[in-house]
T-cell receptor, first 111, second 115 residues
Framework: SQKIEQNSEALNIQEGKTATLTCNYT??????LQWYRQDPGRGPVFLLL?????KEKRKERLKVTFDTTLKQSLFHITASQPADSATYLC??????????FGSGTQLTVLP | DAGVIQSPRHEVTEMGQEVTLRCKPI?????LFWYRQTMMRGLELLIY????????DSGMPEDRFSAKMPNASFSTLKIQPSEPRDSAVYFC?????????????FGNGTRLTVT
């Protein structure tokens, strides 16, 4: 069955450092992958989409990579700030109209 | 644009009672999704609609759950009878049609507690 795995542990990093979050998937071949941010008590908010033919995508301090051979996406936040503290969810998807989400990684940026 | 609007924000009910959750999607969005989030299982898709028609309800846990979308601006998720294991945060999301990978827009959820 299809499976999505994100960093199993919560991630704590120091302000100013680069945070790297991992999303691994098995048993399917997504045509694209989306990343969302979720704050406590709120719904997820879309951040970035990367297609299978794109190796890397950037938006301000965010960078996403997509390796279809490794079946993995990496999500980087450079120059991290306490305001980046949140849970980050990945959602690989193919032609299906619905999205399936990973369980998320809780990131805490320490001042 | 007010975004996806869900009500109520919090619902506390006793086991056996009927619960109705409501969602107003973003105007013009053709797809509407209902998700449930728990610590144990994460964010799970329950059902989704395209142009008010249910397309896939395979995620609905059992017959106690039902969802309707009577028009393009309103959807409900009903649980009857409710059980303590239904306690979770229920999210509604919508997205436009056309481009199949357009991002989802989520509401802020309804936190349901069944005692």
């Amino acid at each position: 069955s299809q499976k999505i795995e994100q960093n199993s542990e919560a991630l704590n990093i120091q302000e100013g450092k680069t945070a790297t979050l991992t999303c691994n998937y098995t048993n399917y071949s997504p045509a694209y992958l989306q990343w969302y941010r979720q704050d406590p008590g709120r719904g997820p908010v879309f951040l970035l989409l990367i297609r299978e033919n794109e190796k890397e995508k950037r938006k301000e301090r965010l960078k996403v990579t997509f390796d279809t051979t490794l079946k993995q996406s990496l999500f980087h936040i450079t120059a991290s700030q306490p305001a980046d503290s949140a849970t980050y969810l990945c959602a690989p998807s193919g032609s299906a109209r619905q999205l399936t989400f990973g369980s998320g990684t809780q990131l805490t940026v320490l001042p | 644009d007010a975004g996806v609007i869900q009500s109520p924000r919090h619902e506390v009910t006793e086991m056996g009672q009927e619960v109705t959750l409501r969602c107003k999607p973003i105007s013009g969005h053709d797809y509407l999704f209902w998700y449930r989030q728990t610590m144990m299982r994460g964010l799970e898709l329950l059902i989704y609609f395209n142009n008010n028609v249910p397309i896939d309800d395979s995620g609905m846990p059992e017959d106690r759950f039902s969802a309707k979308m009577p028009n393009a601006s309103f959807s409900t998720l009903k649980i009857q009878p409710s059980e303590p294991r239904d306690s979770a945060v229920y999210f509604c999301a919508s997205r436009p049609g056309g481009v199949y990978n357009s991002p989802l827009h989520f509401g802020n959820g309804t936190r349901l507690t069944v005692t």
